[in-house]
């Protein structure tokens, strides 16, 4: 997208022949407008503000893992402070859909410990199993050590509808499923 904006001053910048005129000067205004633009509006990365509450939401898909950690400022819009992403291996690949959830969320408290870890966080999940997280009985050995790693932390978790989480569900789908990644 960004590229396409700066075509036009891309073609001039290194043309040692190239004159000004008219035509040109209003094209090259224009397109350094609309990129200016373009890139004032682009998703930016904030400082955290350790004073407020953070909130992960996080992602899974058949070829990867994402998330992003959140802050709402002062008007209750996001100000972005880490985003997160990774493909999945070979044997991640046979995971059922809750397992690679739950993979994500681990992924996630991995990435962002440094910002959450003693302090109370929102944990944003689009697999409705998930929110009866605590409640489950029966679990294998993997899941038991990743109980392990999740009871350290202190979090809320909730559903949101996967129409409505579009940046995680994005970043988890950013690679190629594995047998595109392996020819």
């Not at 000067?25 to 509006?41: I, P, V, Y």
């Not at 044997?91 to 809750?98: F, G, I, K, R």
Request: aromatic letters at 16%; proline letters at 3%.
């Amino acid at each position: 997208f960004y590229s396409t904006l700066a075509a036009p001053l891309n073609k001039i910048r290194n043309n040692k022949k190239f004159e000004w005129d008219a035509e040109w000067t209003g094209n090259l205004l224009e397109s350094f407008s609309k990129l200016k633009m373009a890139l004032q509006n682009c998703t930016k990365i904030s400082y955290p503000d350790f004073s407020r509450k953070f909130f992960i939401a996080t992602d899974a898909s058949k070829s990867g893992i994402g998330g992003v950690l959140y802050q709402l400022d002062k008007d209750n819009k996001k100000q972005f402070v880490l985003f997160f992403s990774r493909s999945l291996s070979k044997s991640e690949l046979n995971y059922c859909v809750t397992k690679l959830e739950l993979l994500g969320i681990i992924y996630a408290l991995r990435r962002c410990s440094y910002y959450i870890y003693g302090r109370h966080f929102t944990l944003i999940t689009d697999h409705k199993a998930l929110t009866f997280l605590w409640t489950q009985k029966h679990l294998n050995s993997m899941l038991m050590r990743w109980y392990e790693e999740l009871i350290v932390y202190d979090f809320d978790i909730i559903h949101c509808p996967g129409y409505k989480h579009i940046l995680p569900d994005l970043l988890s789908r950013l690679y190629p499923s594995y047998a595109l990644r392996n020819t």
